[in-house]
């Protein structure tokens, strides 16, 4: 009976940790020179994504921060990364009436030394499957802007340019492809005229 239950318990942890894939990724930040300086450790919660970034190397102050629509991050302007993750059609900001992006995060703040150690919260995303998931496709990526996020501003909330860059892949083994077939989505093409 004992060994029964033991090898029950084993398969049972087996199963439990062959899942945790999918409840927790570490994504690496590289800066346009192509060095590494950070992580991103994601995690699924009930609500939302949780995301834990320790960065080095940026100026000291405010920077925006977000999940971009493909796994692609091109040295040195990032642009193959895409427009923020929308896929509700909303506006930008999260403190726009009709915001925000699922993308959009708070602004992220580097001590004196260029230090970041944050952990933020991407409301109503997963890492599962469905429409809200990171890893839809081949997956989105993080990146980090030069300047603060004003939270307001279309399309990007005027936070300047991509300094950092993280791939989060769908297939954590797949290799890191300098090329995307799919093009940026027009992140104002779904706004409404404002009079």
């Keep these: 009976m004992r060994l029964l239950l033991l090898g029950f318990s084993i398969f049972f942890l087996v199963s439990c940790q062959s ?14 020179s192509g ?19 320790t960065l080095e190397g940026l100026e000291p102050g405010f920077h925006g921060i977000h999940v971009h629509e493909f796994a692609s991050c ?6 193959s990364a895409g427009n923020h993750l929308d896929p509700d059609g909303n506006e930008h ?14 602004n992220i703040e580097a001590d004196g030394g260029g230090l970041v150690d944050a952990e933020l919260m991407l409301p109503g995303a997963t890492l599962l499957d469905g ?14 802007h030069e300047a603060q996020d004003d939270g307001v501003s279309q399309p990007s909330g005027d936070s300047g340019a991509r300094i950092l860059c993280g791939e989060l892949k769908a297939d954590p083994d797949q290799e890191s492809d ?15 005229e404002e009079e």
Excluded at 74 to 79: G, T
Excluded at 93 to 106: Q, R, S, Y
């Design 19 to 32: 899942g945790d894939s999918e409840m927790s990724r570490t994504v690496d930040m590289y800066n346009d």
């Design 35 to 53: 060095d590494m300086v950070g992580t991103a450790v994601l995690n699924q919660g009930s609500d939302g994504v949780s995301i834990k970034l």
């Design 74 to 79: 091109e040295a040195p302007d990032f642009e």
């Design 93 to 106: 900001g999260l403190m726009h009436p009709k915001g925000a992006h699922l993308g959009d995060l708070p």
């Design 131 to 144: 429409k809200q998931s990171l890893l839809r496709g081949e997956g989105t990526s993080i990146v980090v």
């Design 178 to 192: 300098s090329e995307t077939e799919d093009s940026p989505s027009d992140p104002t093409e779904t706004n409404e």
